[in-house]
């Protein structure tokens, strides 16, 4: 009698504890920095509110060994039996420091699957804090999304925290463990069963299960890291809970949503729909942050319900103080109102808002400096301008899509202007050289830092030389009996110096476009300054471009002086560099002038013909006849850029002859690689999609290695180029990597292609019906496995959260028993990792799941069946 009683009194205490003390669901921990060492810090938690148990105020653990009691701010019921608890507090912290804020409150729900004994284990949240004025102030993201929705079984579960980051910092996501008391790991925690994978995804935020395989209560957490220049300056954890049904229902579609980006002041109005199979009525809701943004807010409205679709809008005219580096992140979740199971499809896309491009308007050299100035911005709401400049023009175009100049296009950052209201910029830079062409851009800086698009470009040079040389165009080709034009404007108010002359003319040539080796080939006195033209005669301009130096003196008897800094130019010089069916030019000069147009003639016949044009100083003539000749020049266009300064000027490069060549190889080809794991072989396929590459194939040769360490080897040369498949059958195992190539009947090689890596199927398998019971059949646990799993981590549990079983071999070989007896019918959880040979080498990877065990004798295929 006294043993029943015990056993009664210990039924009502575990009820009781059930009831007061297991409540907790979901929560995370937010903050928001006040000052330097102040935070104002959110508790979020998420309770059942059939519980009787309730928290009028929670202990917080700053982590600076002291503890606050804060009361409750706000509950808020929830579908689904949830309540949304709020605490807030503030601390001021001692100084900088990494600190860990936890929440512990007694205790998680009984029944949750994934977590052994869960209603004796203390629920737990904590976020981390880090004090550090070098990385600047920063709050948490806000996780506008609550862990209410429910999971159906066999169908794909999603659900994303719709983390916002007020300080526009970039995040990341991971999933985690689920902690205790004290924030520690729960032991024997594992992650929920699923038939193909459980993961978050670590840009969007998505936690994804696909797909749960057995009804019941888990727990899982996941971890949003914050990142600023690269360094992680926090991490929010959020646990929640998701409970799986077993439903008819199927969940609503949602139509697809694309990623935008837009300029500040440019409307965006998207509708959006959602469908349901069931012909459920539909709710779509958006969660954002641009919805509660200060300024600018988004709406979300919805414009037709009927039986099983709804669609809603989206508009949003985002402001300048809108824009930022990161895009916005927007939930969009469609839920059903079925009466047996509301169900949910989550889906998100982003909107990244970036600033204009300003409009620059001159870059004007004076001097040794370059005076810049552009219009007005359209918005007081930045900061000011910053100015890149690089070297010779640009083909950068700006991006729809990327803030600021990428360093790809060469730019480097040569000054700042602060200021809204700032239209100029004078850049001073002792480095700048003569004769050396720049390229100019600007773009709007905003108050977090962000860079508006960039601005339009502008060449210049700085402007050197009395006098100015306009002209170094080659009037004859010739190795011998060659000559080209030199000119130059006639020099202006040498009163001012004063040189009241007569005047004298020195002029200088060196071999090469950038030769330093002057000698004097001529000199030409003058009265009154007006011969300004030099032919210069009997040079090799069929293969040599020539510098000139002209030096103007001031030739008065006893007072002879150079008349400032001499001008320097040189010819146009154009290196052919014959290809297949092509012909590729680099052209080289050095001029104080900016060119913006280079023409291209070709000899066709007895005329010449122009082929194309260009700003840049490569070109190519594509469609011509291997083993012709084909003659070309070019007639460059440009002009100085200050004002009164010489304009429209025209110089010709030498005539160059060459003849093109099959000395290119084809273009790789684009490769595909499919495996057929049951047989044992892989389809490699490739193409070349661009007709002319094809026109110069003649075959193939195919590479490869099993594993990512070796090197690649040849497999197989395919001397046919219509043939783009082959099979290759392996012994035991699928796993490698494919490259390809093409050649043509010369032999030319192209490159690789881009590298395709297959693996081994997963040959694993465990049951999940097991019958110990003596009748000679599946009286034995046994994987399914291959040669090419070499051990695992095999670890079996009863409800009470027991291990009953543990083994490192494939194949389990489990008799059902523990401590010497089979074990009692009923279902029992494992966890195990795999540890199987694949492409990188020895692997592992994680299985969750449960084994329904029946002991009883006469279990047989039919009540297995009856149980799968």
């Avoid at 009683?5 to 928001?32: D, K, P």
């Avoid at 579960?157 to 689920?178: E, Q, W």
């Avoid at 990792?833 to 969750?848: D, K, Y």
């Amino acid at each position: 009698m006294r043993r029943r009683f015990l056993f009664t009194l210990s039924l009502l205490l575990a009820a009781a504890s059930v009831a007061n003390a297991t409540h907790n669901r979901a929560g995370e921990i937010t903050y928001r920095q006040i000052s330097d060492l102040t935070f104002e810090v959110t508790v979020t938690t998420f309770t059942y509110t059939l519980s009787k148990a309730d928290r009028p105020a929670l202990d917080v653990e700053w982590g600076d060994n002291s503890i606050t009691n804060v009361a409750r701010e706000s509950k808020t019921v929830l579908p689904n039996n949830y309540q949304k608890n709020v605490y807030v507090a503030q601390h001021t912290y001692p100084g900088p420091g990494v600190y860990r804020i936890v929440v512990q409150d007694p205790n998680r729900n009984f029944g949750v699957e994934n977590i052994p004994n869960s209603v004796n284990v203390v629920f737990s949240i904590s976020t981390i804090l880090i004090v550090n004025t070098a990385v600047g102030r920063n709050s948490t993201p806000v996780l506008l999304n609550p862990p209410y929705d429910k999971a159906a079984l066999g169908q794909i579960f999603i659900h994303n925290p719709a983390a916002f980051d007020p300080d526009g910092d970039s995040l990341s996501y991971k999933l985690t463990v689920c902690t205790r008391e004290d924030g520690k790991p729960i032991q024997n925690y594992t992650l929920p069963p699923a038939s193909r994978k459980f993961y978050v995804d670590s840009i969007s935020g998505d936690l994804v299960w696909d797909a749960p395989t057995a009804i019941g209560i888990y727990n899982v957490a996941m971890e949003i890291q914050e990142w600023r220049a690269g360094i992680k300056i926090g991490v929010v954890v959020r646990d929640m809970q998701i409970e799986v049904y077993e439903t008819d229902n199927k969940p609503p579609v949602t139509s697809p949503l694309p990623d935008l980006c837009v300029e500040a002041g440019e409307p965006v109005s998207l509708d959006i729909k959602a469908t349901d199979a069931d012909l459920d009525s539909v709710t779509l809701l958006a969660t954002s942050g641009i919805f509660s943004s200060t300024d600018c807010p988004a709406t979300f409205t919805t414009l037709t319900r009927t039986a099983g679709q709804t669609t809603a809008r989206l508009t949003w005219t985002p402001c300048h103080t809108a824009v930022r580096h990161q895009p916005y992140d927007i939930i969009i979740k469609a839920e059903d109102s079925n009466r047996e199971l509301q169900l949910v499809d989550i889906d998100n896309m982003s909107i990244k808002v970036l600033g204009p491009s300003p409009t620059l308007l001159s870059a004007v050299p004076q001097g040794k400096v370059v005076n810049l100035s552009w219009a007005g911005y359209l918005t007081d709401k930045i900061a000011g301008f910053s100015i890149y400049r690089r070297e010779g023009a640009s083909t950068l175009a700006a991006d729809t899509c990327y803030d600021g100049i990428p360093p790809s296009a060469g730019f480097a950052k040569v000054g700042y202007v602060g200021g809204a209201g700032a239209v100029s910029f004078t850049d001073a830079d002792n480095n700048l050289e003569a004769g050396t062409e720049y390229a100019y851009r600007i773009v709007a800086v905003y108050p977090n830092g962000t860079e508006s698009k960039p601005s339009n470009e502008i060449v210049t040079s700085l402007i050197t030389g009395i006098p100015l040389i306009t002209n170094v165009s080659i009037r004859n080709t010739h190795p011998v009996n060659g000559s080209l034009t030199l000119a130059w404007q006639k020099p202006r108010r040498l009163d001012t110096i004063p040189a009241n002359g007569p005047y004298e003319y020195l002029i200088y040539r060196a071999e090469g476009i950038a030769g330093t080796a002057w000698q004097l080939i001529h000199t030409l006195p003058t009265a009154d300054l007006n011969d300004t033209v030099y032919v210069d005669t009997l040079i090799n301009t069929l293969d040599k471009g020539w510098v000139y130096k002209v030096e103007l003196y001031n030739n008065a008897p006893g007072n002879r002086f150079l008349v400032g800094d001499p001008g320097i130019a040189s010819s146009l010089f154009l290196t052919a560099l014959p290809g297949d069916r092509k012909m590729r030019f680099i052209m080289t000069r050095n001029v104080p002038w900016i060119n913006t147009s280079y023409d291209f003639y070709r000899l066709n016949g007895t005329t010449w013909q122009m082929v194309g044009s260009t700003n840049q100083l490569t070109f190519t003539d594509p469609g011509l006849v291997n083993g012709n000749e084909y003659c070309y020049y070019v007639v460059s266009t440009g002009g100085y850029q200050g004002t009164d300064t010489p304009k429209n000027l025209i110089n010709y490069s030498q005539r160059t002859c060459a003849v093109p060549v099959d000395n290119e190889p084809p273009c790789p080809p684009e490769l595909t690689v499919s495996s057929q794991c049951d047989s044992l072989y892989n389809t490699v396929r490739w193409s070349v999609t661009d007709p002319l590459c094809l026109e110069d194939v003649a075959g193939y040769k195919l590479y490869y290695k099993q594993t990512t360490e070796e090197d690649m080897a040849l497999l197989t040369t395919i001397n046919d180029r219509d043939v783009k498949k082959y099979v290759h059958s392996l012994p035991d195992y699928v796993a490698g990597c494919y490259a390809i190539s093409a050649f043509d009947v010369n032999g030319n090689e192209s490159q690789l292609s881009t590298m395709i890596c297959v693996d081994s199927c997963n040959f694993y398998e465990i049951p999940n019906v097991f019958t110990p019971n003596g009748d000679d059949f599946n009286d034995f646990l046994l994987a399914k496995t291959s040669a090419l799993v070499e051990k695992v981590e095999f670890r079996l549990f009863n409800r009470a959260g027991v291990l009953v079983f543990s083994t490192q071999e494939p194949r389990l070989n489990w008799d059902g028993t523990y401590k010497g007896k089979v074990v009692p019918t009923g279902v029992y959880y494992y966890d195990c990792e795999v540890f199987e040979r694949r492409i990188s080498g020895l692997e592992q990877f994680h299985l969750t799941g449960f084994i329904h065990v029946f002991t009883e004798k006469g279990a047989g295929p039919g009540v297995i069946e009856g149980k799968k």
